[in-house]
């Protein structure tokens, strides 16, 4: 088997190995670890479509981290999907109005993240012990909800790692909030930042780049790592789902062998589609990726222009995990797109720092015709709930629904009949005010949380865990600050002595 070495997205640092790239998170030269060549499934559809999640995982995964044993890659994955998913699909498919829901809410924070960050924590531990590191790693993250309560959950008693969560204290949701703040582990930490998402994400940043603290860290046995979806140890596990999902497609009889699906997938930080072009060209076939976005729209801008901009409204909708205006990942498909050129990418990126924004050449613009960009409003977000449940009494979450209606939008102008796996991000409990007033069932003064119920009795679907859990679960982290004062609070929470 041919090894797979990393390659920064703007050509500073080349052929590092995974476990190397995994540990650091992203590039010195500021750039995104890329795998350098994409590789092919090997394994026919004929035994896919036999295998357990884990052993797809396996399958996937075993073909990017090349230098891990198959017993390291086993274990992680042994560890990570377990019954800490509800059911032993781990990512089950649901049909509804046509399309089928590949479900990627059934892990411990019943979000997408989940997928993920279930993982990355021994994928993390594995790959620090094979670089030979032998300080404690923390994980910072700055959070707008999901990321920071599935990034704990992952990491909460991983020996040899601390986590630091910091989210804005009043943008995230009722729900998202009690998640974190009853978050138990000895080496978790949640912190509440007085300012919104941006302040947060600002501060981490500057963090991660304080060279001062990264010795006073290292000279005390700790150093940072990141738990974002730049880190490769995120992006391959992701791949997983989707060659998953069309195996049980074909196994179900839904699709013959060979026969091309579309793919739609609610996008923020491009992290999650990304996932699902590579197992393109790992020969998934794949027609079409529908790219859905919500009023933050500047992909579905993106990839009908082929100008990036971010210069506009941030606007906070209710499907606030892809309420973001730079996605970090879409670094990877330009490189992809450019012929691996880093100079043009290192040119595109310093172009959106200066003037927040960049435009492509008429080359690499033509190359993103495999995408579909479109977005739906709050209103269109809304009444998609609505509709669906009234024509199948399926529940979607904002999140999906988003995905669901750029799914009828395509169709729609396209004419096109393929058979569509729609990737379901979040379950509808995680945001039921917004659910609930989608189907006109509650007014603006209603809680999260007396909701629970009513959705249960309305939906039918059982209660997650995760919520029975935080319902009557004990506060555990109060701490806040402003968000000046991030690396003070480190200092603090690390113990950290002045040098
Ligand atoms: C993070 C998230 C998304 C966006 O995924 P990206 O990989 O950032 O594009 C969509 N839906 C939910 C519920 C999420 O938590």
Redesign the pocket.
């Known amino acids: 088997m041919s090894k797979i070495y990393y390659n920064s997205t703007r050509g500073g640092e080349r052929k590092i190995e995974a476990s190397y790239a995994i540990v650091k998170g992203i590039a010195e030269d500021g750039g995104l670890y890329v795998p350098d060549r994409i590789p092919e499934l090997k394994e026919t559809w004929r035994n896919l479509r036999s295998m357990s999640y884990q052993e797809v995982a396996y399958t996937v995964m075993k073909e990017y981290l090349t230098d891990f044993t198959e017993e390291e890659l086993r274990f992680c994955i042994d560890q990570a999907y377990d019954e800490k998913f509800d059911t032993e699909a781990i990512a089950p498919i649901t049909k509804a109005g046509d399309a089928y829901f590949l479900e990627l809410?059934h892990g411990r924070t019943i979000?997408?993240?989940d997928m993920a960050l279930s993982i990355l924590p021994y994928l993390m531990k594995v790959s620090a012990k094979k670089q030979n590191i032998h300080n404690e790693i923390v994980i910072l993250t700055a959070t707008s909800?999901?990321?920071g309560k599935a990034a704990l959950e992952g990491f909460a008693d991983v020996e040899g790692t601390k986590i630091i969560v910091f989210y804005p204290k009043d943008g995230v949701s009722p729900i998202q909030k009690q998640q974190m703040v009853t978050q138990k582990g000895n080496n978790t930490y949640v912190v509440g930042i007085e300012g919104n998402f941006d302040d947060a994400q600002n501060g981490v940043k500057d963090i991660f780049s304080n060279g001062a603290l990264r010795k006073r860290m290292n000279d005390q046995g700790y150093q940072f790592s990141s738990a974002n979806?730049i880190n490769i140890g995120r992006l391959v596990p992701q791949i997983v789902y989707y060659i998953y999902g069309y195996a049980q497609l074909l196994k179900a009889g839904e699709i013959e062998e060979g026969e091309s699906i579309n793919i739609t997938?609610?996008?923020?930080?491009?992290?999650?589609?990304?996932a699902a072009f590579y197992a393109k060209n790992m020969g998934l076939p794949i027609k079409k990726l529908l790219c859905a976005s919500n009023d933050n729209k500047v992909l579905y801008d993106f990839l009908n222009t082929g100008v990036y901009d971010k210069n506009r409204e941030f606007i906070v909708t209710i499907?606030p995990?892809?309420d973001?205006l730079i996605?970090s990942?879409l670094e990877r498909l330009l490189y992809s797109i450019s012929g691996e050129d880093g100079e043009e990418i290192d040119r595109l990126m310093a172009d959106l720092k200066e003037n927040g924004k960049y435009v492509l050449k008429e080359e690499m613009k033509s190359k993103l015709q495999g995408f579909y960009g479109n977005f739906a409003s709050e209103e269109e977000t809304s009444q998609a709930i609505k509709a669906l449940y009234g024509e199948d009494g399926y529940v979607m979450?904002p999140?999906?629904a988003v995905g669901y209606k750029v799914y009828e939008k395509y169709t729609e102008a396209a004419g096109d009949e393929t058979k569509t796996l729609i990737a379901s991000?979040?379950s509808p409990y995680?945001f039921t005010k917004s659910v609930m007033q989608a189907l006109g069932k509650a007014d603006d003064r209603a809680d999260d949380f007396a909701l629970i119920e009513k959705l249960h009795e309305l939906s039918k679907v059982t209660i997650p865990p995760a919520i029975e859990e935080i319902l009557h679960a004990p506060v555990l982290h109060t701490k806040s600050c402003k968000s000046n004062q991030m690396e003070t609070t480190i200092v603090e929470i690390l113990g950290l002595r002045e040098i």
């Open positions: 809410f979000a997408f993240k909800g999901d990321t979806s997938v609610p996008t923020g930080n491009f992290g999650n589609i990304l499907s995990s892809m973001i996605s990942n979450d999140h999906t991000t979040a995680k």
